[in-house]
């Protein structure tokens, strides 16, 4: 965990050391990064024999859940990308 909090705050300082360079990639590289960590969380899951063996075990609330964390998630996102957005 420390070192994700590092890596975090590193591009934080990164990000406000470059503040004055416009930099039009940034947001493509993230969401390119972003769908190749869902391809290979996707990967990684689909190769652990016991997951795909008991997927359906796995139950309804085990999907609810999954939905609605999902979905919170997007729409949290979204609430933040525009607060953000309005300020900028």
């Known amino acids: 965990m420390f070192i994700v909090i590092s890596f975090m705050v590193a591009g934080v300082a990164v990000g406000y050391l470059f503040r004055r360079y ?3 990639f ?3 590289l993230i969401l390119l990064l972003i769908w190749l960590l869902l391809f290979m ?3 990684e899951l689909g190769y652990e024999k016991s997951i795909v063996a008991n997927i359906m075990s796995l139950g309804v609330d ?3 859940l999954a939905i609605a964390a999902t979905l919170g ?3 949290f996102a979204f609430v933040l990308w525009k ?3 309005k300020t900028v």
């Open 22 to 24: 416009k930099f039009t």
């Open 26 to 28: 940034i947001h493509q």
């Open 41 to 43: 969380l996707g990967l």
């Open 62 to 64: 085990a999907l609810i």
């Open 73 to 75: 998630s997007v729409f």
């Open 83 to 85: 607060s953000t957005k």
